[in-house]
């Protein structure tokens, strides 16, 4: 069993237990649970609101559209643990300081923060409640809610600029291997008669996040050790911007040789969620090829046990 055990499917052989908790619940929790979820909605009402709306309408964050369900639905599966032990002190403190973040980030109009305070203040309530166990035990879905969470402005830019310089040089360097004429200035790839602009939106900022949330999804439920999820993760960075260089050379490719509407509009996006779907398969790829070495890792630790204790 791996370390998630409680935080994944019954359909990967792991019982859910939410509705049994629900159903185990007396008249007194749920009147505690019904208090605690109108002063969190009235609370948390503003920043919810403008995430769900960010997620919605932002394509760089559409991401959480997916990762907030399932993270509700991971929690849900998992249920409480047995032995669960409520600490009081430490999640009355995480819920305060939550509650003081999200009004200090409320007065300075910043977004981040406030939307940061919901899982810190979900923290807060599940440690009170349920303790550090169970906080331990729901540790993807609440991974999963914080990769939800749109990066800061100021974040965003410090890392969009160079990624927008390197898909340029490397788009660039594929086109002059096909020998087609292009001058390279910063983000501007200047084909003959054309300019290709390499913005914000093309700089792959937004595959890289949707790529490394789905990593750490993909990581939890299949593999079993933690180096081989770290790997995972972090393979997730320079397979986007691979794959996003290859997007610019090929939209510099179609615009010099066939038409320069495909630079833009309906072709260029459609582009972009193709490549992004051929991402996601080399991703799937690797996990085959980490899942197979932690499986022969585990035969070889088991066969060197065996030999140890034969000749023992």
């Not at 760089?60 to 991971?74: N, S």
């Not at 998992?78 to 003081?100: C, E, M, Q, S, Y």
């Not at 305070?117 to 309530?125: I, Y």
């Given at each position: 069993?791996t ?5 994944l499917?019954?359909?990967?052989g792991i ?5 049994q ?6 008249a007194?929790?749920w ?6 979820a109108?002063?969190?909605g ?5 920043p919810?609101v403008?995430l769900?709306r960010?997620w919605w309408?932002?394509p760089?964050?559409g991401?959480g559209?997916?990762?907030a369900p399932v993270a ?21 403190i ?5 509650v003081?973040l999200r ?5 300075a109009?910043?977004?981040f923060?406030?939307?940061?305070s919901m899982?810190?203040a979900?923290?807060g ?6 303790g550090?166990?169970?906080l ?5 879905p ?6 939800s969470?749109?990066l ?7 890392l969009?600029l160079?990624?927008?310089f390197?898909a ?25 008669g054309?300019e290709?602009f390499?913005?914000?939106a093309?700089?792959g900022?937004r595959s890289?996040t949707?790529?490394?949330?789905l ?7 299949f ?5 081989g999820r ?9 397979i ?8 610019v050379?090929?939209t510099g ?10 630079g833009?509009?309906f ?10 779907l051929?991402?996601l398969?080399?991703l799937?790829?690797v996990?085959?090829?980490v899942?197979?070495?932690e499986r022969?890792?585990q ?10 204790d034969?000749q023992v």
């Amino acid at each position: 069993m791996t370390s998630v055990e409680g935080t994944l499917p019954a359909s990967l052989g792991i019982r859910g237990r939410g509705a049994q908790t629900l159903r185990a619940m007396s008249a007194r929790d749920w009147a505690a649970l019904s208090v605690t979820a109108v002063l969190f909605g009235v609370l948390f009402a503003q920043p919810f609101v403008t995430l769900v709306r960010d997620w919605w309408t932002v394509p760089e964050d559409g991401h959480g559209l997916l990762l907030a369900p399932v993270a509700l639905w991971m929690a849900w599966q998992a249920g409480i643990v047995a032995d669960a032990t409520p600490n009081r002190g430490v999640g009355l403190i995480v819920l305060v300081f939550a509650v003081f973040l999200r009004c200090a980030a409320g007065l300075a109009a910043e977004l981040f923060t406030m939307r940061a305070s919901m899982v810190m203040a979900l923290a807060g309530l599940t440690i009170y409640q349920y303790g550090w166990r169970q906080l331990r035990h729901l540790w993807l879905p609440f991974v999963l809610l914080a990769l939800s969470i749109p990066l800061p402005e100021l974040v965003i830019q410090a890392l969009a600029l160079p990624l927008q310089f390197r898909a340029s040089r490397f788009g660039a360097r594929l086109l002059e291997l096909r020998n087609v004429p292009v001058a390279l200035t910063g983000n501007v790839i200047r084909l003959p008669g054309r300019e290709l602009f390499v913005t914000e939106a093309c700089s792959g900022l937004r595959s890289l996040t949707a790529l490394i949330s789905l990593a750490v999804l993909m990581s939890a439920m299949f593999l079993r050790t933690t180096p081989g999820r770290v790997f995972l993760v972090l393979l997730a960075i320079p397979i986007a911007i691979f794959v996003n260089g290859i997007r610019v050379f090929l939209t510099g490719f179609l615009v010099y040789y066939v038409s320069p509407e495909l630079g833009t509009g309906f072709m260029h996006e459609t582009e972009g969620w193709l490549l992004f779907l051929v991402s996601l398969a080399v991703l799937g790829l690797v996990l085959q090829v980490v899942i197979r070495a932690e499986r022969r890792g585990q035969r070889w630790v088991r066969e060197r046990g065996t030999e140890s204790d034969d000749q023992v």
